[in-house]
T-cell receptor
Framework: GENVEQHPSTLSVQEGDSAVIKCTYS??????FPWYKQELGKGPQLIID?????GEKKDQRIAVTLNKTAKHFSLHITETQPEDSAVYFC???????????FGAGTQVVVTP | SAVISQKPSRDICQRGTSLTIQCQVD?????MFWYRQQPGQSLTLIAT?????????ESGFVIDKFPISRPNLTFSTLTVSNMSPEDSSIYLC????????????FGSGTRLTVV
């Protein structure tokens, strides 16, 4: 089955700096990779996703890159703001029916 | 994307009792998923709830402990039975997002504390 590893577990950045979170996956057949943001006391919210037929996708200050050969994908947050502070999870599909394996999560803290 | 209402948002329960969590979606969805998130941990899939058939449970989760109902395409319940302190977690329902993406939409979760 799919195995997803996520690093780092915690990330502290100064406001305005960039943050990068990396995930690796094991199943080369995986073709869709979402990223979720979970704020305290809330459920995870989908913030960006990427399909395996593209290498990069951007949405304002966030972007996701995918390296299929190396089987890793990364979340990039530029010009970080205090409201970016949250736990971020990556995920990869474990089957074609919509089940996902989630990474362990990254606690991002943006300090003013 | 779908909007999910999950109830209750939190509860404190005595060990040995059961709690039923409700998940209501604002649109019809084929599959609903129940997850557990233990304190400070990632999300673990408990089961997939399909309308008109029994739920499919992941390894380590059994129907006697986590019975699930799926009476229609917009509603599901998860019961945590005979609770112990180890069941203290956040329980989340989710559905597959409609539109361009295939990612899930999650409910806000039920924070359960068993004392």
């Amino acid at each position: 089955g799919e195995n997803v590893e996520q690093h780092p577990s915690t990330l502290s950045v100064q406001e305005g700096d960039s943050a990068v979170i990396k995930c690796t996956y094991s199943d080369s057949a995986s073709n869709y990779f979402p990223w979720y943001k979970q704020e305290l006391g809330k459920g995870p919210q989908l913030i960006i996703d990427i399909r395996s037929n593209v290498g990069e996708k951007k949405d304002q200050r966030i972007a996701v890159t995918l390296n299929k050969t190396a089987k890793h994908f990364s979340l990039h947050i530029t010009e970080t703001q205090p409201e970016d502070s949250a736990v971020y999870f990556c995920a990869a599909p474990t089957d074609s029916w919509g089940k996902f394996q989630f990474g362990a999560g990254t606690q991002v803290v943006v300090t003013p | 994307s779908a909007v999910i209402s999950q109830k209750p948002s939190r509860d404190i329960c005595q060990r040995g009792t059961s709690l039923t969590i409700q998940c209501q979606v604002d649109s019809q969805v084929t599959m609903m998923f129940w997850y557990r998130q233990q304190p400070g941990q990632s999300l673990t899939l408990i089961a997939t709830a399909n309308q008109g058939s029994e739920a499919t449970y992941e390894s380590g989760f059994v129907i006697d402990k986590f019975p699930i109902s799926r009476p229609n395409l917009t509603f599901s319940t998860l019961t945590v039975s005979n609770m112990s302190p180890e069941d203290s977690s956040i329980y989340l329902c989710s559905v597959r997002t409609r539109g361009d993406g295939d990612g899930y939409t999650f409910g806000s979760g039920t924070r359960l504390t068993v004392v």
